[in-house]
């Protein structure tokens, strides 16, 4: 297109709105994750400006191994590069090397109020699994998270069921600031995936979670993905191979509905109604197809940790460039509110 007839397309890609979705490297990334988000994170990358943060701010907010830190979190760059975030196509850092996510939390913090925080979902869940340790920052996460977001004044934000509400919650405060303030901040949006928004663990019991024995690790050696998922739990009305079962309320067949083509749905749906196939063999066809999505990440993987300048390149460049728009936010933010 010529300028005559509208924008360049580095006029039209400058105009891309910002998106930010985040990641803790609290433990090795599971298909849940990919499911919810990271899946959703590579299809976004034409339409918006993406950023991408491994936010270790927040993964210390319950207990953590100090002494690991730094390999999960090269791990969980190397896991989302092999998934398909790419140099050049979005920008991937390390939360705590632009402590503005810090400074403008506490900004935020201002505008927060207490009552709402303490009524979070993941704040009560996570203060059930941690009752030794239940601090301030586990309460303050939302607002740590809304300042994520906000510092880019990002659009959109692609993140799994259980993100909801804190996106809600950082809308709120946009909301809040730009009244008192004048208007600065988008009003954010969660994009959340049709399928896979909530992948369930293969207990059955609590969502899949890095911090809970119950996931499919993304790059998992395939024999451990199989001992992990030939055990894993069903429809309980399915106690022997003859007893048909109902494939809406079975663990399985959600993830056949992530990981599997239409066709092998519809007859793993219609075998397991009849009984006609086994819990087992929904299993196999299963693993077949998770395996053709897994292979080529577990791959690619495997040849970025023998990359290390490509991926600490990634991780300063984009930190860099994360730090610079940080700045401008802020700068902005300072002012506004009477601050130098
Ligand atoms: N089970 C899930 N199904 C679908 N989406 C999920 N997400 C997490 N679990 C599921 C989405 O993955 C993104 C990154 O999550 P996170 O690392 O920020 O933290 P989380 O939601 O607390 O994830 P975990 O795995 O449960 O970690 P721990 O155990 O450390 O708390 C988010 O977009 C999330 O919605």
Redesign the pocket.
């Known amino acids: 297109m010529n300028a005559m007839h509208g924008p360049s397309r580095q006029a039209q890609e400058q105009k891309r709105p910002n998106l930010f ?4 490297p ?2 090795e990334i ?1 298909i ?2 990919y ?3 990271i899946r959703n994170w590579t299809q976004l990358l034409d339409e918006y400006e993406c950023i991408f943060g491994i ?1 270790d701010y ?2 210390i907010t ?1 207990a953590y191994d100090a002494d690991t830190m730094q390999a999960r979190i090269r791990e969980a760059a190397i896991t989302n590069m092999a998934a398909g975030l790419e140099p050049g196509r979005c920008l991937l850092f390390v939360q705590s090397q632009v402590p503005e996510h810090t400074e403008l939390a506490w900004i935020l913090n201002t505008l927060a109020p207490m009552g709402l925080l303490g009524r979070m979902t ?1 704040f009560k869940e ?1 203060s059930r699994r941690n009752e030794d340790n239940i601090n301030v920052g586990l309460f303050d996460y939302p607002v740590l998270q809304a300042a994520d977001v906000l510092l880019y004044r990002s659009h959109a934000v692609p ?5 909801i509400q804190h996106i809600e919650f950082t809308r709120d405060l946009a909301r809040k600031f730009n009244l008192r303030f004048g208007d600065f901040f988008p009003e954010p949006n969660a994009l959340v995936p049709k399928s ?5 663990g293969l207990d059955g019991q609590a ?6 024995n119950n996931y499919i690790g993304l790059i998992e050696d395939p024999d451990e993905i199989w001992n992990k998922l030939r055990p894993s739990f069903t429809d309980p009305a399915r106690k022997r191979r003859s007893d048909p079962g109902n494939p809406l309320i079975c663990n399985i067949y959600t993830l056949h509905e992530n990981f599997s083509p239409p066709d092998v749905q519809k007859e793993v749906s219609q075998g397991c109604k009849s009984a006609s196939i086994g819990c087992i063999d929904c299993k196999k066809m299963l693993f077949d197809h998770m395996m053709k999505v897994f292979d080529p990440i577990r791959e690619r993987a495997q040849a970025l940790e023998k990359q290390s300048e490509l991926v600490d390149g990634f991780l300063e460049e984009s930190a860099t460039t994360c730090k610079r728009l940080a700045e401008e936010t802020m700068a902005e933010v300072r002012s506004r509110i009477g601050l130098r």
């Open positions: 979705s985040g990641i803790q609290s433990g599971h849940g994750n499911c919810g988000a936010v927040h993964a319950v993941q996570k993140v799994g069921e259980d993100q896979g928004a909530r992948i369930m969502k899949m979670s890095k911090s809970l």
